[in-house]
């Protein structure tokens, strides 16, 4: 009786921690200029703190049951790591994506080594376990890769120098499947900078109504925090 009470405080603090953790996701995605970087990357560490005083097992933050292939993803992990990955996607473009692999594989090895120290192993099968942690870790490693994407840009402190080139043409690009509402702006112009060939911009709706081939389009480019350029239309 009194463990299955246990069990329903537990339920109740886990449910009102991500109903926590999805607002404050929401309110950064909304202002995300204005409120830190590093509040919304320390969800995750936060919550693994959270789940280790309270259980040293990993299974206090991951489901293993192989009968009905249950492989929860932590909630505190994964909505932080959408919400970090829409907003840099749709709101900066990196010169070379892969520059950023170094960083955030540090990123990731460092948030293993805090997982694997501070839970105990579950006594499950390797195969289980494996099963288990895949889709985590997948998770952790772009929370990584973006984590590192945004430090390069919010903790950017160098000059921006600012581009021009000629628009050839723009482009809408739609969603699939459950985001098919969701559109995103491009305009093609004419090499600048390093690049040698003509590349998409991201521009604003209002951008995108008003351009048209032939105008000149100002980028802001940027070194980024790692030395991984970054730019967007100004």
Not at 20 to 31: A, E, K, M, P, Q
Not at 103 to 116: E, W
Request: charged share 20%; hydrophobic share 45%.
């Amino acid at each position: 009786m009194e463990e299955n009470h246990q069990q329903k405080e537990n339920l109740l603090s886990k449910k009102t921690i991500n109903i926590f953790v999805g607002i404050y996701c929401v309110v950064w995605f909304l202002n995300s200029n204005s409120i830190p970087f590093w509040l919304i990357v320390s969800i995750p560490l936060i919550g693994l703190i959270f789940q280790r005083i309270s259980n040293q097992n990993l299974t206090s933050i991951i489901k293993i049951d192989a009968d009905k292939k249950d492989y929860n993803v932590p909630e505190f992990i994964m909505f932080p790591t959408l919400t970090i990955m829409l907003r840099l996607v749709l709101s900066f473009e990196l010169e070379s994506w892969k520059r950023l692999l170094p960083y955030s594989m540090t990123i990731l090895i460092f948030i293993l080594l805090i997982l694997f120290i501070i839970f105990k192993l579950p006594k499950v099968t390797v195969k289980k376990l494996l099963l288990a942690l895949g889709p985590t870790i997948f998770t952790l490693f772009l929370f990584s890769y973006f984590s590192a994407y945004g430090i390069n840009i919010y903790f950017d402190n160098s000059t921006p120098k600012v581009h021009q080139s000629v628009v050839i043409d723009k482009e809408e690009s739609r969603g699939t499947g459950k985001a098919a509402a969701r559109r995103t702006y491009y305009a093609i112009v004419e090499p600048w900078g390093t690049f040698t060939e003509p590349n998409k911009i991201m521009i604003s709706r209002t951008e995108f109504d008003s351009i048209q081939p032939g105008d000149v389009l100002e980028i802001e480019r940027h070194q980024g925090y790692f030395g991984v350029p970054w730019f967007k239309s100004i």
